[in-house]
T-cell receptor, first 112, second 113 residues
Framework: DAKTTQPPSMDCAEGRAANLPCNHS???????VYWYRQIHSQGPQYIIH???NNETNEMASLIITEDRKSSTLILPHATLRDTAVYYC?????????????FGAGTRLTVKP | DAGVIQSPRHEVTEMGQEVTLRCKPI?????LFWYRQTMMRGLELLIY????????DSGMPEDRFSAKMPNASFSTLKIQPSEPRDSAVYFC???????????FGPGTRLTVL
């Protein structure tokens, strides 16, 4: 699986959009971009995934650049409960190994 | 659904003792994963089961660690003998083959004195 690079930490004001970047310049054509988050003292939680098109669900939006070398997770209206470590992972969808490599992630702090 | 269930939630033991961590995956899921999380090393995959069979145990740190999945609804991770450096949070996760998301349990915080 390709390596990803994320900033170690970010702050965001409550109610504003949080934009979390991720670089994955060595991503392969069959690898998807996945985002998970881990709230303090809990297990990681799936947020969203995408291949090349932008994706949106009830939690977030995922914007993937045309060359697929980077992506941005957007939380449109961040709340205090969105404070967590956010992990960007690239992996082959449905890979039988089905394993993911969690890096250090980005620690997002949402401030009142 | 109750989600992935892990027990105990907290375990404190002394060096040299045997430790057994337990996991019940989500009903219907056929893939199960054990992870370990520490400040130094982050979240690491230890072992992965598919249809109760261990597929990849390359992340198991050494022979003191063993994992079993006797049936589709139960798995154990055993450490014998335990050492202080085994102190970590151990997560279990499950998914359906090819599923997009892994569902994680609440974790077991292990402290070895």
């Amino acid at each position: 699986d390709a390596k990803t690079t994320q900033p170690p930490s970010m702050d965001c004001a409550e109610g504003r959009a949080a934009n979390l970047p991720c670089n994955h310049s060595t991503i392969s054509g069959n690898e998807y971009v996945y985002w998970y988050r881990q709230i303090h003292s809990q297990g990681p939680q799936y947020i969203i995934h995408g291949l090349k098109n932008n994706e949106t669900n009830e939690m977030a939006s995922l914007i993937i650049t045309e060359d697929r070398k980077s992506s941005t997770l957007i939380l449109p209206h961040a709340t205090l409960r969105d404070t967590a470590v956010y992990y960007c992972i690239v992996r082959v969808w449905g890979n039988n190994n089905n394993d993911m490599r969690f890096g250090a992630g980005t620690r997002l702090t949402v401030k009142p | 659904d109750a989600g992935v269930i892990q027990s105990p939630r907290h375990e404190v033991t002394e060096m040299g003792q045997e430790v057994t961590l337990r996991c019940k995956p989500i009903s219907g899921h056929n893939s199960l994963f054990w992870y370990r999380q520490t400040m130094m090393r982050g979240l690491e995959l230890l072992i992965y089961f598919n249809n109760n069979v261990p597929i990849d145990d390359s992340g198991m740190p050494e022979d003191r660690f063993s994992a079993k999945m006797p049936n589709a609804s139960f798995s154990t991770l055993k450490i014998q003998p335990s050492e202080p450096r085994d102190s970590a949070v151990y997560f279990c996760a499950s998914t359906l083959d090819g599923g997009n998301e892994q569902f994680f349990g609440p974790g077991t915080r292990l402290t070895v004195l």
